[in-house]
């Protein structure tokens, strides 16, 4: 079965010449088209353009000639990234017919490894929601169960992954957009560093939060993925210059110190927390110690985010005016009319919501009050998290208060905004984190564990969560769709 390998298992089979990269991508192709149907994680599938790179890395192998580290591995992208040509909708009504007019960096770097690109996925309207309900466009089901959303705002990527339409897939994550759905949905999510992966060739949501990372079946192809997109990038200014990291698989555990900040789970209900605790006793039985930290500051993580991600979308939305991209109202008839009726047609409920209170936030009367004010606290978040990692080496918490949610079952906006709790404070201070499958509920429904390391600690990060995965001792589970052929 093709489509249960893992990307690097994929890889090997095409470099041994068991599978062809053809064979491979018509695999996952015919998948998508029979089972699609079903979960609605993708908005374009690349069908031909998939074909003619599997068919010219085929021929290569054939001439001996030199292959990517990527070579033959199908990867789905976030329909917020941009690809030279294609549709960029950002599953908005106001982008549908938008082609992008150049390549994101990590787009070029994939293709400089020879990876195929398969799709585009569904996700919340510019990335604003916990649950892909926002896509103006389709909506996205939980592999696990139809029922359930798969998360969001990444919830196309995620749904992509878990159903095996592809080994691997591209999110954003600007309050847990990669974390979460991939907790709902039973893989690996990464989120880097900021700064780590270029934004650039990203539609921008909140810039000092957004990072791009992957959706995996497993810690060895995040450690892959990683390796390829953490490089340095001259077009976006926030990039790290650093070099990319070599990632270490296969580590220990043995006395390493990980934080858990106990008080601040105290909320949380208890079958997640049940499953929480046997992640953590996997943990010590690695070697790990397991120390109590202080992070209530977090208790404000929330009221912090939704200022400044929506003061930051505010100004980054700004630039769908009714004239440089996409939708232009047809009944406008002035000037202004171009703007507010281009805004109105164009736009959706919750990106509506968010542009009203980033501007309120921002204007002169109440920046002081909110904007200022939210600036000094995620300040303290950071200093905060600066002083909890001279104690210990990394933090494990949940990724989200539960597993996957029905449809309709978070209508309140506040509501949908408490999943974000454990997520959101980890973008607030720049730091990497993965979530990786710690169990399932009686429902069977998947539940990631999450690991947060200090800035900068990549490596660190993947590599405990490769040595959390590895101690299960098994192979990913999966859901019914993705064990028919
Ligand atoms: N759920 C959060 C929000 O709606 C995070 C979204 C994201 O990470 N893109 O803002």
Redesign the pocket.
């Known amino acids: 079965m093709i489509h249960t390998l893992s990307a690097h298992q994929l890889h090997q089979k095409f470099l041994g010449g068991e599978l062809s990269a053809k064979d491979i991508v018509q695999a996952f192709l015919k998948r998508i088209d029979t089972y699609d149907n079903q979960i609605g994680a993708f908005l374009t599938v690349f069908h031909e353009k998939a074909l003619t790179k599997a068919e010219e890395l085929d021929r290569k192998l054939k001439n001996g000639e030199k292959l990517g580290k990527l070579a033959a591995i199908p990867i789905a992208i976030k329909d917020n990234i941009h690809i030279k040509g294609e549709f960029t909708t950002c599953a908005s009504k106001f982008l549908t017919n938008y082609r992008a007019p150049f390549d994101a960096t990590v787009i070029h770097l994939l293709e400089a490894e020879d990876a195929i690109l398969i799709g585009k996925t569904n996700h ?1 309207e510019f ?4 649950s892909t309900e926002n896509s103006a466009l389709q909506k996205t089901y939980n592999p696990w169960n139809l029922k359930c959303t798969p998360g ?3 919830g196309g990527s995620a749904a992509a992954v878990a159903a095996r339409f592809c080994p691997v897939a591209l999110g ?7 974390r ?1 759905p991939s907790s709902f949905c039973g893989i690996v999510g990464y989120k880097p560093t900021y700064g780590r992966v270029s934004r650039f060739g990203l539609v921008a ?2 810039s000092s939060l ?1 990072q791009i990372g992957p959706f995996t079946h497993d810690t060895q192809d995040t450690a892959l993925i990683m390796e390829v997109l953490g490089q340095h990038c001259d077009r976006d200014s926030t990039s790290l210059p650093l070099p990319s990291d070599k990632i270490e698989l296969n580590a220990s555990l043995q006395g390493t110190k990980i934080g858990v900040p106990w008080q601040f789970l105290e909320k949380l209900s208890e079958e997640p927390k049940a499953l929480f605790n046997s992640g953590i006793e996997r943990l010590k039985e690695l070697g790990a110690q397991i120390i109590d930290i202080d992070l209530s500051i977090l208790e404000y993580a929330n009221a912090t ?1 939704y200022i400044i ?1 929506t003061a930051e979308a505010s100004t980054n939305l700004a630039r769908f005016d009714g004239i440089r991209y996409g939708q232009r109202s047809q009944k406008a008839k002035t000037l202004d009319e171009v703007y507010d009726l281009s805004k109105e047609e164009g736009f959706g409920t919750e990106v509506k919501r968010r542009i009203l209170l980033g501007t309120y936030v921002l204007s002169a009367g109440y920046q002081n009050a909110y904007y200022k004010k939210a600036q000094r606290v995620r300040r303290l978040m950071v200093e905060r998290f600066t002083e909890v990692f001279q104690e210990c080496d990394l933090v494990a918490t949940p990724v989200s208060p539960g597993a996957a949610f029905e449809f309709g079952a978070k209508k309140d906006p506040l509501q ?2 408490l ?2 709790i454990y ?2 404070p980890i ?1 607030l201070a720049g730091l990497p984190a993965i979530s990786v499958p710690n169990g399932f509920t009686k429902e069977k429904l998947p539940i990631g564990l999450q690991l947060i390391g200090p800035q900068k600690c990549d490596a660190r990060v993947i590599a405990a969560a490769d040595a959390f995965a590895k101690a299960s001792g098994q192979s990913p589970q999966l859901p019914e769709i993705a064990t028919q052929e």
């Open positions: 919340d990335a604003m929601g916990s969001g705002s990444s954003s994550d600007t309050g847990g957009s990669i979460q949501f909140g957004d985010y991600a949908m905004y999943e974000d997520t959101i973008n």
